[in-house]
């Protein structure tokens, strides 16, 4: 069922007016399909570099169109076919075209935390600033502040960049970057429409509508995507629900191009999300608080399985006695300028982002009427990017730019009592409390040139200084009492050089060598109820890799190979517990502090290969050693502990995956194609409570999965069933915990069958 009835939201009104519009428009249209777009993606799709006629892909990872085989940095880029073949929903699902990345997910569509190369926030994901160690691009649009999983309706390519990117993506892409390019309005009329049904009565119906306004000068195009879903999950409670979600979004573009020099986008974009509950099943692991606040201390297997058991043999059952409602909205504007002259480029680029993120409901995650809560966090981003570029090739390229932008949040959240609150406490009064309002205003100057030594060896040199400004102003408060007011500034400056010698013999080959400085802010504490310094310092990375892209057979089989070193300092980690004072009134303790030292090396490697006509295959690689090298200190549940020689936290040694896709003309008109994936991810450290609790299920087993798609297609048509989890394996990306009587919970895995039908005009 849906929790959210269709007339409580005028946006989900019109944005689902955007999708629905789109799919009848589609559906009645009987002009021919003219649409065009970026070179294709090759092999299996996941990070190629050629189509199917050898054509190469071009990225933008360095701010101008390249070949991705020209471009000396690790890239994997997705295009619109295989987006579609892969049937990605969420950028989760592009990870598995990526080595050495991995996600989490803490609850539900909008709350995932990312990792690269080991590299990964472990910091509140709440906080009043959205923490990043990545950057996340939409069209040159930085909209981490507001949202970690976008709309995926109507993209040109996905660009997923590996290691510190600090001097064209800027403040805290230390790990790395993502750009996410949408296909822009064209001067003709097309669009797409598709539906689809899957497991769990979940239906689906996206849009595309490209009008062309006033010809050769301005062109519109709509995209709208609405979801509603059953859920996997049923809460067994007499309130009734589960992870039932209606999930819609859409998207709003303009094109003016005045001139041949001259054009100007501007795009308007909203997404909605809520859903029954955070996502989770218990496992019956009861850590070291919530052992003391509902068992007394006792040890052993005591969790109550209440009613419905525990992961693995319980995938889908939950029982809470009171609602829970958990969701995310955001929207943002933005506008792209960009104006030719005749041997450079000025672009422009500027929006502006707000999101809401709340949970409601319960709590404690049992029967028993213990804990509820009310959180809400509103963000707000604000920035501007202007750049200077040289656009015809000469013995040295270059640009320049200048940027600024203000991130702004508040935070509103209170746990309150049950009716059989643990503590004897009357229903309804708080346990804690924070109400915070925080900014972070930065400014930066960046450039990077390009020698070309001679035929075969460039230098490329660049950097960035950047300056940025945090205040925090915060109340805390345990059982109604305020324990902290906490009124508080500090300003950091950084310059983050970046320095690449590449080596081409030929068309075909590319090899290079990187070395790169990375720099995620510091900042201040949101309270100061623990000994803590007031401020935490930033984290510093140095990124050592050396690469090789290399095409054979003409173009046939592309290969691309890393290696690489990462000295991380000052790593931030969270500090966040709560515990029953000599009154058994619970305490709550949230602050951040500093592991001295960490390294991550590893190996990278892809393939795409165009075996024939017909079968298309590709593999991804990843290798990766990431640990703690210095931090004795380790303040975990409430427990100082040495972590020093200890994995990382989110960090699989190995991540593994592999496609194949094979194509059968039917007729004329209609090619048949069956396509398998298969992925596999290592043991992970699923958070940072493992450093403590060395077992599962913060400890999270390695796992494989298959993936299974059949499907007939046409210039217009296009129908595809398909499997995903093909062997219904039982695993989970990682654990999270609150205030769970049975245990912390696991997102577990299911199997999706479905079907999707498109036309294209």
Do not use: C
Not at 113 to 122: A, D, F, K, P, Y
Not at 329 to 338: N, W
């Amino acid at each position: 069922m849906n929790i959210r009835k269709w007339n409580e939201s005028v946006h989900v009104r019109a944005l689902a007016g955007i999708a629905l519009f789109a799919l009848a428009s589609g559906l009645a249209a009987v002009p021919a399909r003219a649409q065009q777009g970026a070179a294709d993606e090759g092999a299996a799709g996941a990070t190629a570099g050629t189509n199917d006629q050898g054509a190469e892909i071009i990225v933008t990872a360095q701010r101008r169109s390249e070949s991705i085989q020209d471009v000396p940095v690790a890239i994997s880029a997705v295009g619109e076919q295989a987006l579609k073949d892969q049937n990605v929903q969420s950028i989760e699902d592009v990870f598995d075209l990526v080595p050495n990345v991995n996600f989490q997910n803490n609850g539900s569509r909008d709350r995932r935390e990312l990792s690269m190369r080991g590299i990964s926030n472990q910091l509140n994901p709440y906080a009043d600033v959205r923490p990043a160690t990545y950057a996340f691009y939409i069209d040159e649009f930085n909209v981490v502040a507001g949202t970690s999983n976008p709309q995926i309706v109507d993209l040109e390519r996905i660009e997923v960049l590996r290691g510190p990117q600090g001097t064209y993506f800027g403040r805290n892409s230390v790990g790395g970057a993502i750009n996410v390019i949408t296909n822009k309005p064209v001067n003709q009329f097309e669009g797409e429409a598709e539906v689809g049904y899957s497991s769990f009565d979940t239906w689906r119906a996206m849009g595309v509508l490209n009008v062309p306004v006033v010809d050769g000068l301005l062109a519109v195009r709509a995209s709208g995507q609405y979801q509603s879903s059953d859920g996997y999950i049923k809460n067994i409670n007499p309130v009734g629900g589960g992870n039932d979600s209606e999930f819609v979004t859409g998207r709003v573009q303009a094109r003016l191009t005045p001139s041949d020099r001259f054009t100007w986008d501007v795009a308007y974009s909203y997404s909605d999300e809520v859903a029954g509950m955070r996502v989770g099943v218990p496992t019956g692991f009861i850590t070291r608080t919530w052992r003391s606040v509902y068992y007394g201390g006792a040890q052993g297997d005591v969790a109550d399985p209440d009613g419905v058991g525990f992961f693995p043999e319980n995938r889908d059952r939950v029982n809470f006695n009171r609602p829970q409602r958990v969701g995310s909205e955001y929207q943002f504007i933005t506008s792209r300028a960009v104006y030719e002259f005749d041997s450079v480029s000025l672009t422009a680029v500027g929006g502006h982002i707000s999101s809401d993120v709340f949970n409601y409901g319960d709590v404690d995650g049992g029967s028993h009427d213990f804990y509820y809560e009310d959180l809400n966090v509103h963000r707000e981003s604000t920035s501007g990017e202007l750049r200077l570029q040289s656009t015809r090739p000469s013995t040295i390229e270059w640009s320049i730019g200048v940027m600024a932008g203000r991130d702004t949040g508040r935070t509103a959240q209170s746990t309150y009592h049950g009716a059989e609150s643990p503590q004897g406490l009357p229903e309804g009064a708080e346990v804690t409390g924070l109400d915070s309002d925080s900014s972070t205003e930065y400014w930066a100057v960046f450039g990077q040139a390009t020698w070309h030594i001679s035929d075969m060896w460039s230098l490329i040199a660049g950097g960035r200084y950047s300056e940025e400004t945090i205040d925090i102003f915060s109340t805390t408060r345990s059982n109604g009492n305020v324990t902290g007011v906490n009124d508080r500034e500090t300003k950091f400056s950084d310059f983050s050089p970046r320095f690449t010698l590449t080596f081409k013999p030929h068309g075909d080959l590319l090899a290079y060598a990187t070395a790169s400085r990375g720099f995620k802010s510091g900042g201040t504490q949101a309270s100061n109820n623990i000994n803590l310094r007031n401020e935490y310092d930033p984290e510093i990375l140095w990124n050592y890799e050396a690469g090789l892209k290399l095409d054979l057979f003409g173009r046939r089989l592309r290969l691309d190979a890393t290696v690489f070193y990462m000295d991380w300092t000052d790593v931030q980690q969270p500090i966040r517990f709560q515990f029953l004072d000599e009154n058994g009134n619970i305490v709550g303790v949230n602050g951040i502090g500093n592991a001295a030292a960490a390294h991550s090396y590893g190996v990278e490697f892809s393939a795409d290969a165009r075996i024939s006509s017909r079968l298309r295959m590709s593999a991804q690689v990843g290798f990766l050693e990431a640990e703690y090298d210095d931090y004795p200190n380790a303040f975990v549940d409430g427990i100082i502990l040495d972590a020093s020689g200890k994995r990382l936290v989110n960090a699989p040694r190995w991540t593994l995956g592999a496609q194949a896709h094979y194509t059968l003309p039917i007729n004329d008109r209609y090619d048949g194609f069956l396509r398998g994936e298969w992925n596999y991810r290592g043991e992970v450290l699923s958070s940072q409570l493992a450093l403590l609790y060395d077992t599962w299920p913060f400890i999270s087993p390695a796992y494989h999965n298959v993936n299974l798609r059949a499907g007939v297609e046409s210039d217009r048509f296009r129908v595809s069933v398909y499997v995903e989890n093909l062997f219904d394996a039982k695993y989970f990306a990682n654990a999270y915990e609150k205030a769970f009587y049975s245990g912390v919970q696991v997102d577990p895995s299911y199997r999706n069958f479905g079907v999707r039908v498109g036309y294209s005009f």
